[in-house]
């Protein structure tokens, strides 16, 4: 029996995840895109995907379109890739021409942003739709050529899926058996889908390394940065200072969404924890935060985002980056204002949310527009 899989998102992740199927068995992979460029290759392309050890392995989707409608007409999972600030479109495209005779897995990777309280509001027409998030990316992909080639960084040793709170034990059941069908690392159910909101990662990690690089207390504030950049390897104490700091008040957060909730957020570890346990030995130095970040071998060579100083000598980190209008807008600030209603202090978390907000020029769009209103109140 063919399990139908839509793609929605032509980016890093799309690109890994398309290929990544595709060459599952019994895995019929349909990929939504943008990019018309990206069509036009992989009609009668491949993509390439290169792999840490220096390898690497071609395969092509089945389907790569522009049209909603026929990616997402047949599909038993959808997996959207595209950056939380792109998929409230992504939502608003597909959730018309969904299946309506059967269960569809509607899903986002990674989960984060509040993706639940989201797809919730976009497919409120959509009662068979089963709204599910991973914790995290299976790997790292970076240095896209679109339509062409995409390297992949290295592998999570296990994956946990989060769902509504609204899913049966059927449906939930149902959907990790297609899960275990596209991963081949062991797949997990969570408890509550708030142990992915509240998971640490990039809206902290990216926030915190950007203030330690370009924040008023940094090296290079109001100076250009004279090479480009990795994210990790070439992170400054002064981030990753700043990444404990703020990784210490979202734990504080999760244990007062804890009681407030009666939940059990014990997956919820430190961050330094988290990286150790999803990389395991491709870390060489897992002594402190800064080495965590300079040493896993999964980080190697993904670059900052940087643009050339305009007139000038040097780089300056650009202000289009997804690390500011997907993790600021819509990862960040759902931390700060949880910890807001809740009042929980998180003086770090927002003085680097307001920083961050401050250089990208304000807020084009926000996860606070599909946040409930009545958080932490009941129903959700």
Not at 356 to 377: E, K
Request: aromatic fraction near 8%; charged fraction near 20%.
């Amino acid at each position: 029996m063919t399990l139908h899989v839509a793609i929605c998102g032509g980016g890093r992740t799309g690109h890994l995840d398309a290929a990544l199927f595709a060459r599952r068995p019994g895995v019929h992979v349909s990929l939504l895109t943008r990019n018309e460029e990206v069509v036009a290759r992989l009609r009668g392309g491949e993509i390439t995907v290169r792999l840490p050890d220096g390898g690497t392995f071609s395969a092509r989707p089945d389907l790569v379109t522009m049209d909603a409608a026929a990616a997402v007409a047949r599909a038993d999972v959808v997996v959207v890739t595209a950056p939380a600030h792109a998929r409230p479109a992504v939502l608003g495209a597909i959730a018309a021409h969904l299946p309506r005779d059967k269960p569809v897995h509607v899903g986002a990777i990674p989960g984060f942003c509040g993706f639940d309280w989201l797809a919730a509001e976009a497919l409120r027409e959509r009662p068979n739709a089963v709204i599910w998030g991973l914790k995290d990316v299976p790997h790292t992909a970076f240095a896209l050529d679109p339509g062409r080639s995409i390297r992949m960084g290295g592998a999570k040793q296990e994956l946990s899926v989060g769902t509504h709170r609204r899913e049966s034990h059927e449906r939930r059941q149902e959907l990790l058996s297609h899960l275990r069908v596209l991963f081949e690392v062991p797949v997990t159910l969570l408890d509550d889908y708030l142990e992915i909101t509240l998971t640490p990662g990039n809206p902290i990690m990216h926030s915190s390394v950007i203030y330690g690089l370009i924040g008023p207390y940094a090296q290079w504030h109001g100076r250009p940065i004279p090479q480009p950049l990795c994210w990790w390897r070439d992170c400054p104490e002064l981030g990753a200072y700043f990444l404990e700091r703020t990784d210490e008040e979202s734990l504080r957060l999760c244990r007062a969404v804890e009681r407030s909730f009666g939940l059990d957020l014990s997956s919820v570890k430190p961050l330094r924890q988290e990286i150790v346990e999803a990389y395991g030995e491709q870390i060489a130095d897992a002594g402190t935060m800064l080495s965590i970040l300079r040493t896993n071998r999964a980080y190697d060579d993904i670059p900052a985002p940087l643009v050339p100083v305009a007139g000038g000598a040097g780089y300056a980190i650009d202000r289009e980056s997804r690390a500011f209008h997907e993790d600021v807008a819509y990862g960040l600030a759902l931390l700060v204002e949880m910890a807001r209603r809740l009042e929980v202090r998180a003086p770090y978390l927002e003085e680097i949310f307001a920083w961050n907000v401050s250089y990208m020029g304000g807020l084009r769009g926000s996860s606070l527009a599909y946040f409930p209103p009545d958080w932490p109140g009941e129903p959700q």
